[in-house]
């Protein structure tokens, strides 16, 4: 394979698989579970526990509306609620993760805000599969929950597809345009390059186009957008091919058959310029113009 031609890499490993690791009971979920179990035992023996409990929340929430910290008090009831629903073996003893190949087991938890506190019963199935879906390499995520104690999480990775320069910067983006990683510098360089304001979102269209043509795919480093209209080719050896804005596959139909014919790709030219139907225009190379004026002018009896 060429270093830098546009050609897809190998795949990537897959990230590793497993069950999910539980961390020892905080002190608020032995707490909690204390308060379960008393709670589970006939109510006219405890019921003063339990008005002792609704008083605290209720009291508990009035302060927090009043003092700002709704969201605090929220998070510490739902706390309290994983505690119970785990009380009664509704948590994540196990989470099965697959689709997987980039982003790591451990990556996809943390951006679900999966914890081993965490319990089946609370969690937002569609919340999760939003979040998720948040982060750019992940196209598609679905989340399912497994009663008692299973969660099922399967996604689609976004793959590299191409790198963007811009602003002297490389990125590593999806097939749709979408930014995968930022300022990758020297990585990735089996990857096709794209290059310009706008490239990263056109880049899958003329990748597919110069998919067609294997003799110049072969010899073609990186597509330069021009004032997001039209593209230039730049090959390995330097020269630049304007394509025109309108039906650059018959530009690159006579370019094929240029070569062909008269070796156009690897002669000593700078420019190869497509962009007037039936007609071609070429940029000679300081040593070939030099060349040229040194031949001796042609009489018109040698005509």
Sequence with gaps: MNRGGFHRPAGLRRA?????????????????????????????????????????????????VRGGHAEIFGNVLHEAGDAVARGFGLGIVQAEISGNRYLS????????????????????????????????????????????????????????????????????????????????????????????????KRAAGLLDLIARFPSVQEVTRAGVLVAERRWNLRLKNGIDVRLPEEDPALALERLVQLDKSKQIMTRDVTVIDLRVPDRMAVGLSDEAAAALKKQPKRTGAES
């Design 105 to 200: 087991r451990e990556e996809i938890l943390e951006r679900a805000g999966i914890t081993a506190q965490t319990s089946l019963l609370l969690l937002d199935a569609e919340s999760v599969r939003a979040t998720l879906k948040q982060d750019a390499r992940v196209a598609q995520a679905s989340v399912r929950k497994l009663y008692p104690d299973r969660l099922e999480i399967v996604i689609e990775e976004r793959e590299g597809y191409a790198r963007w320069q811009r602003g002297g910067k490389m990125h590593l983006i999806a097939r749709d345009g979408t930014v995968l990683e930022s300022d990758i510098g020297g990585k990735s360089v089996d990857l096709p390059l794209v290059i310009g304001l706008g490239a990263e």
């Design 16 to 64: 590793p698989q497993g069950p999910l690791d539980l961390a020892p009971p905080s002190r608020f979920t032995l707490f909690m579970r204390r308060v379960f179990v008393r709670l589970s035992e006939p109510p006219l023996k405890h019921i003063g526990l339990t008005l002792l409990i609704s008083l605290f929340v209720g009291t508990g929430a009035y302060g927090a």
